[in-house]
């Protein structure tokens, strides 16, 4: 009997954990790419320092913006959170494309 409800009891954490690690994979990795063009940008000088300042401090609103979606959402983010955090992610990309290129195209 203790066994089959700890085994009920593991399998419903396994269920309910996967999809917040899924979401928490996504945005985490997109997050880490993002900052790694920005350093990379600092490193060849296609940014100027106060153009990284501005790209760095896009990043942590976003951060901030997951973080508080995990803390309101009993550390899940939830689809109109996880759609404003793609907004913020989308808009970020752009920023560092065009601030790294000064709005040239190839």
């Known amino acids: 009997m203790k066994l089959a409800i700890?085994?009920?009891?593991?399998?419903?954490?396994?269920?309910?954990?996967?999809?917040?690690?899924?979401?928490?994979?996504?945005?985490?990795?997109?997050?880490?790419?993002?900052?790694?063009?920005?350093?990379?940008?600092?490193?060849?000088?296609?940014?100027t320092p106060r153009e990284a300042q501005r790209l760095i401090r896009q990043q942590r609103r976003i951060e901030r913006t997951e973080r508080r979606a995990r803390y309101y959402n009993n550390g899940r983010i939830d689809p109109r959170s996880a759609a404003r955090i793609e907004r913020m992610q989308n808009r970020a990309n752009r920023a560092i494309r065009n601030t790294r290129h000064n709005n040239r195209t190839y």
Not at 14 to 27: C, E, F, G, K, N
Request: glycine fraction near 4%; hydrophobic fraction near 40%; charge should be positive.
């Open 6 to 47: 700890l085994a009920t009891a593991a399998a419903m954490l396994v269920a309910t954990a996967v999809p917040s690690m899924a979401q928490t994979y996504r945005s985490d990795v997109r997050q880490y790419r993002q900052q790694e063009r920005i350093e990379r940008g600092i490193r060849r000088g296609d940014l």
